[in-house]
């Protein structure tokens, strides 16, 4: 089964410093894959996919993606963080029967 | 675009009381729903998908006596807590896929909690 997996379930930087949150996928090459970001209390807001057309993808916010088959990996950066970036993401990517599979979720605190 | 509204955003009930909670796609037409469950620091718990204008397909351990859902519409799909227990308490996420079919658009969620 597809599944994605995110590793660490708690990331923190300083303030200005760059992102890093790491999500990898299993099996075969997906057609797409995705990141969210959850703020507290909140449902999943989009913040950029993966469909192919390009492996290095820009989403909103400033955050950006780069797929790379070699390394099974599809990771969320972001040059320099900010206050308002502390949330959960989760990296996610399509299923069976037009579902999707969810990583376990990265929390990231930003550090004044 | 693509946006994805839930009602209510919060509600508190009583034990044995029923709680319905609706999810509209509001700018995009969803043959598909989704509903998730969500538990204090956890990811999503898929609870059931749900089609237009047939049963919704619900995941194993899911009692979809318990957890009724209903989708009408192209744009509403309904989930309603039956006979609500202080168990069932947790955060309910909705999602719509677009007709293109990759991509789920979220509501943002409907906080239950039964005393």
């Known amino acids: 089964a597809q599944s994605v997996t995110q590793l660490g379930s708690h990331v923190s930087v300083s303030e200005g410093a760059l992102v890093l949150l790491r999500c990898n996928y299993s099996?075969?090459?997906?057609?797409?894959l995705f990141w969210y970001v959850q703020y507290p209390n909140q449902g999943l807001q989009l913040l950029l996919k993966?469909?192919?057309?390009?492996?290095l993808v820009k989403g909103i916010n400033g955050f950006e993606a780069e797929f790379k088959k070699s390394e099974t990996s599809f990771h969320l950066t972001k040059p320099s963080a900010h206050m308002s970036d502390a949330a959960e993401y989760f990296c996610?990517?399509?299923?069976?029967?037009?579902?999707?599979?969810f990583g376990t979720g990265t929390s990231l605190t930003v550090i004044p | 675009g693509a946006v994805v509204s839930q009602h209510p955003s919060r509600v508190i009930c009583k034990s044995g009381t029923s709680v319905k909670i609706e999810c509209r796609s509001l700018?995009?037409?969803?043959?598909?729903m989704f509903w998730y469950r969500q538990f204090p620091k956890q990811s999503l718990m898929l609870m059931a998908t749900?089609?237009?204008?047939?049963?919704?397909?619900?995941e194993q351990g899911v009692e979809k006596d318990k957890f009724l859902i209903n989708h009408a519409s192209l744009t509403l799909s309904t989930l309603t807590v039956t006979s609500a227990h202080p168990e069932d308490s947790s955060f309910y996420i909705c999602?719509?896929?677009?007709?293109?079919?990759?991509?789920?658009?979220f509501g943002p969620g409907t906080r239950l909690l039964v005393l």
């Open positions: 999602s719509a896929r677009d007709r293109v079919g990759e991509t789920q658009y």
């Open positions: 099996s075969s090459v997906p057609p797409y």
């Open positions: 993966y469909t192919s057309a390009a492996t």
């Open positions: 996610a990517g399509p299923n069976t029967g037009n579902q999707f599979y």
């Open positions: 700018d995009f037409q969803a043959t598909t």
């Open positions: 749900s089609n237009e204008g047939s049963k919704a397909t619900y």
